[in-house]
């Protein structure tokens, strides 16, 4: 099953091959037929991939076919991305000065040498995929009709099956019935949020509420809409609009159209409106477009909103009420849900399957849908070893049962898109119960071109959209805060993060064969060969890593313990796209410059004192991580040539001086969570203004040296969720007076 993932890599290299980066610098070096042929046969192999996988499930030779073809894909990605690199070197170099392009041309890769070995290795690679076609042909692989690239998002309705039994919610059902009665005499449209991880019940407590003989009676007119994907002011009001007067809205796409009809049709009546399924976080999208719609001048005194979601930031930012947030079941109500779907067909409640229930039902972790799941499953099964190989399936020093579990999370594995299911199989790469942290996770998918823009979404939109997907769907069955250790500050800095159910995390490694951690490959003896991304520890297992090897193992994604130059040299493990690393000496810091694929980079907590200007060759970079390198003093000078940047961390860097002149021209910057202002020309606080994305937490320094008409448009930043200011370096500012003069200099 893990030859699934093959897609996703070759449409990959099939989108770098048209780059038009690329293409500038193939058509310079004279070999844009081979970049143009390797195109059109990962095109044609692309179409046929889908047989081939089907295929390959009872075919070995096909199976077999499908490794090469992914090794040789990986190795594509690499030769046109050393194309890519050099279009993007000449882009930095295009606004040097003529004697640091001089300099450039006596470093230590010697461009001609460069140009030589890249048009050399585009063959090599052409050739391998030839014969790969060639040999396809045996196979009589036919091109099937393409899956759409994502399901319809999820809908939902208001009907409660009546036949279903719901255990451990009239609890919840009754406080929140009760909340919503007592509303009565309030004017103003009040919004009850309705918290909980995925399948933990929301909708069906929402559905029972808007269903209660109470609420029936209180409410003149209920209205229930799945927003899912879809927080558009125009289309959310006009479905409204069509659920108060049962008829379609032959309206226009007006607002202002749209607005007349919506108090028309629900006018002083007291109304209950669910938006089931919320996952916009954006502020303004609510603040400015929908709130004055539904809860300004409609409606009758005691009118409620009720939202569903996942995230405690909807809550936040629609909330007028405290939110309800759901749990998962106590043991003794998901035992008695467990036990309802398990002993509903033949299997009888014996003594002997009750205890094994327990201990299956007790690895559901309270939610409800795996509870229904694995109930279901065991209903079916009329053998007590069946029990036990199946309650067994976790235990790690043994696979009984597993095949019995991993089929019915297969099924809904196979309706995630190909990006959602790489990006769910690299998460094998972390140990079970490891937590997650969600921005990471996104950058560590966006430095392995699991990430593709689509439509307005950018890559750390796309991630996100994924990540609330794979979230949604429970592949992620913890969504939690996880509040980052030794943070400088008094306030504890919380990061978004998730956890895998141990079930969830089976599935990944089942689905994944090129992810591992350094546990597995030392305690099960893992072959290494296949593998490319790779997790450590401890320096014990670094240094065991290391005796098992016997070359160099080029990865893509090295995430590993604190280390030296000479502990990475002696490990033998060379990652290209992603390195994580806490490094005692800055030997390691010039090393990096040899990898010029690298996208994410994380060097948080090392005791650096500055990063050389070296660094700043690392053009592909997308993520820069230093967080709590407290005896980091300066940055490159020369970060302005980095322009794919997207996320600078500086949190903790307490001895951080000045900023690298002209960040402003980092245009894809979304995270910069520290600036100090300077004094010199392009260090000053107006660098800011035209970084609209930047979001998150950012903290301003110095700003005593703030000058007159300087500007940031802090307002016009609508990610930013903190915003700390501090009058020197250390200094946080006190005077409230300077505090908003300062900040209407910045905004006004």
Known sequence: MAESLLLPVVRGVVGKAADALVQSITRMWGVDKDRLKLERHLVYVQSLLADAEAKSETNHAVRTWMKELKAAAYQADDVLDDFQYEALRREALSGQSMASKILSNFTSKNRLVFRHKASRDLKNVLEKIDELVTEMTKFGLVALPEAPPQALPRQTHSALDESMEIFGREGDKDGVVELLLDQQDQQDVQVLPILGMGGVGKTTLAKMVYNNDKIQKHFEL?????????????????????????????????????????????????????????????????????????????????????????????????????????????????????????????????????????????????????????????????????????????????????????????????????????????????????????????????????????????????????????????????????????????????????????????????????????????????????????????????????QLLGGTMYLRTLLMPPSSYKDLMKSKLMPSRALSILCRDTSIVHMLTRTAHLRYLDLSYSSIVSLPNSICMLYNLLSLRLNHCSLLQYLPEGMRTMRKLCHIYLLGCGSLERMPPKLSVLHNLRTLTRFVVGTKDGCGIEELEDLRQIGGRLELYNLQEVKCGSKANLHEKHNLNELLLYWDHFREATNHEQVWNLLYLMIS
């Open 222 to 546: 209920r209205m229930w809409h799945c927003v899912s994907e879809n927080f558009e002011a125009i289309p959310l009001v006009r479905s409204v609009i069509e659920l108060a007067t049962n008829s379609t809205c032959g309206l226009p796409d007006t607002i202002e159209l749209l607005r007349g009809k919506l108090q028309e049709a629900i006018g002083r009546k007291r109304f209950l409106l669910i938006l089931d399924d919320v996952w916009n976080e954006d502020q303004n999208k609510w603040e400015d477009d929908l709130r004055p719609l539904l809860c300004s001048s409609i409606g009758g005194s005691g009118s409620t909103i009720v939202v569903t979601s996942r995230s405690r930031q909807v809550a936040s930012i629609m909330g007028t009420l405290p939110p309800h947030e759901l749990v998962c079941l106590s043991e003794d109500d998901s035992w008695e849900l467990f036990s309802k779907k398990a002993f509903s067909k033949g299997v009888q409640e014996q003594a002997k399957f009750v205890k094994i229930g327990r201990c299956i039902s007790n690895k559901c972790k309270g939610l409800p849908l795996a509870l229904k799941t694995m109930g279901g499953l065991m209903s079916s099964k009329q053998q007590i070893e069946e029990w036990e190989a199946i309650a067994d399936c976790n235990i790690s020093d043994t696979n009984r049962g597993k095949d019995e579990v991993l089929p019915i999370l297969k099924l809904s594995y196979k309706h995630l898109s190909p990006e959602m299911k790489q990006c769910f199989a690299f998460c094998s790469l972390f140990p079970k119960d490891y937590e997650m942290e969600k921005d990471m996770l996104i950058q560590l998918w966006m430095a392995n071109g699991y990430l593709h823009e689509e439509g307005t979404m950018d890559l750390t939109q796309k991630g996100e959209y994924i990540f609330n997907e794979l979230a949604w769907r429970s592949f992620f069955q913890d969504v939690i805060l996880v509040r980052e250790p030794y943070f400088m500050h008094a306030s504890k800095q919380e990061i978004n993060g998730c956890k895998m159910h141990d079930l969830m995390h089976d599935l990944a490694k089942d689905v994944a064969n090129e992810c591992a951690n350094a546990e597995e490959l030392i305690q099960q003896n893992m072959p290494v060969n296949d593998v490319h991304h790779l997790h450590i520890r401890g320096n014990y297992q670094l240094n065991k890593i290391s």
